[in-house]
């Protein structure tokens, strides 16, 4: 299971790439769900106008990741006339589409967790005191700590006080997390126009296929004049 943090930013762009970032948000957690892929949405930078947005920050958990971003990472390129400005002549606009470097990690390990033995208490009376059957674990890096008594086997109760130390330490990095990433998108905030990994058109945002340009048009040309005289 791979984790990878994606960032969807407008740049310094107006509202039209602000309504750009959040329809291509829609259509990248459409395709998420269609493989599968689990997401939690890190971070939002709303735009001026109402269902626009500067920036966005996802966790993404899965398989094969590198496989499945290859299509949407890089410029993405809508070709529409604007809806907040009726008159305005531009018709191409420019969003990024970005993989950030991830150093959290969401797993702990086993070395780094102390396991102590204890009486349990609470309801139960005499029997449950008898044994030390409760467990309290300590994740040493952080400091975050558990006790658990569910069962009346010490063993049982040691993978449950591991689990509960994993989602505290996932939650701890999570929050820090977001911190970090939350004003990631300025760096982001030159665009490269040229050469989009995805257009679309319209206001209802239809996907369209990238036209070759003038120059690979040419080298086609030459390629198919090439094999004729062969």
């Known amino acids: 299971m791979e984790t990878k943090i994606i960032q969807i930013t407008s740049g310094r762009g107006p509202a039209e790439c602000c309504w750009v970032v959040a329809q291509v948000l829609k259509l990248f957690i459409k395709a998420l769900k269609g493989e599968g892929i689990a997401y939690t949405i890190l971070n939002k930078e709303q735009g001026l106008e109402n269902r626009t947005l500067q920036s966005v920050t996802l966790k993404i958990e899965g398989n094969a990741l590198d496989v499945f971003l290859k299509p949407w990472k890089g410029t993405i390129q809508w070709i529409g006339k604007s809806k907040s400005r009726v008159y305005h002549k531009r018709k191409n606009w420019f969003i990024g589409f970005y993989e950030v470097e991830n150093n959290q990690t969401f797993q702990i390990d086993e070395k780094d967790i ?92 239809k996907v369209q296929k990238k036209e070759k340009t003038y120059k690979s048009k040419r080298n086609q040309l030459k390629a198919d004049l090439r094999k004729q005289l062969e």
């Open 114 to 205: 102390i396991y102590q033995a204890t009486r349990s208490s609470g309801p139960g009376g005499q029997h449950v005191n008898k044994v030390s059957s409760a467990i309290r674990a300590v994740h040493k890096p952080s400091n975050i700590q558990v006790l658990v008594m569910d069962s009346r086997s010490q063993h049982q109760n040691k993978k449950i006080a591991k689990q509960r130390l994993q989602e505290k330490v996932a939650e701890l990095q999570l929050q820090a997390l977001k911190g970090s990433v939350k004003h990631q998108w300025e760096n982001h905030l030159q665009l490269q126009r040229g050469n989009p990994v995805k257009i679309f058109k319209g206001n209802d945002f």
